[in-house]
């Protein structure tokens, strides 16, 4: 998203929310907001296939109990 895009949707979407966003706020919330929207573009590059299906359930293992 551009940063035209995100200040667009977070003036659509705070109100239609029934947020009250204080405009000394509104910076912080546009800046993570362009990272959450960075994130989501990096996921969405990830190639699938057809056959890729979500974890069920996700175990983190640290790099020590990988060997």
Avoid: S
Wanted: aromatic share 6%.
């Amino acid at each position: 998203m551009t940063p035209q895009e995100i200040e667009a949707y977070v003036d659509a979407v705070a109100p239609a929310l029934g947020l009250k966003l204080d405009p000394m706020h509104r910076p912080g919330v546009l800046q993570f907001l362009a990272l959450a929207a960075g994130m989501a573009d990096t996921v969405d590059r990830v190639p699938l296939a057809p056959y890729d299906e979500v974890a069920v359930h996700f175990t983190p293992i640290a790099p020590e109990d990988l060997a």
